[in-house]
């Protein structure tokens, strides 16, 4: 997700690398903090494979700076991973949402309906933090109020979401 993020931020413009981890940090939260040890390699895997330009300008004091921007084949890198998202891409909430923060990016609304199918079909699937054997448990079926308060969270946030879902697809 950090390369995609990488993509998708640079496909609104050219960054320096230290815009790019702010922004990054904004989209990704305190609960996954971008370090330099996972970014800098990222943006070199994705320079080597030709997604990416880096131009060095003079800095302010004696450091260089590099800016990044997309190439032709980021972008078309970028558009297939949105278009193509599918498993963990849609099933786990903060790869979604790096997905969801870039779909504009596609420029075809079926391309875009499709992926929020998707997620919507995943949504629509029982499911649980909690188990009693192979039946999800509900908010109703446990005693502990934390376990509850999880579970009533998770059906509260996931009503919303297949509500706006709903209300985009049609």
Do not use: K, N
């Amino acid at each position: 997700m950090l390369e995609l993020a990488i993509l998708g931020f640079l496909a609104e413009g050219p960054l320096h690398g230290y815009q790019l981890r702010r922004r990054i940090a904004h989209l990704s939260g305190h609960a996954r903090p971008v370090s330099d040890g996972s970014l800098y390699p990222a943006i070199s895997r994705l320079v080597s494979a030709g997604l990416l330009d880096r131009r060095t300008e003079p800095g302010s004091s004696a450091a260089q700076r590099h800016t990044l921007s997309l190439t032709d084949a980021g972008r078309c890198e970028l558009l297939r991973r949105l278009r193509d998202a599918t498993g963990l891409d849609i099933s786990d909430s903060t790869r979604y949402f790096t997905i969801l923060a870039f779909l504009s990016h596609l420029p075809d609304t079926a391309d875009q309906h499709a992926v929020l199918r998707r997620r919507l079909e995943f949504l629509e699937q029982p499911a649980s933090f909690f188990h009693d054997g192979d039946r999800p448990l509900g908010a109703e079926d446990t005693a502990d109020p934390y376990r509850r308060g999880m579970l009533t969270i998770a059906r509260a946030t996931s009503r919303a979401e297949r509500s706006w879902l709903r209300e985009v697809l049609v």
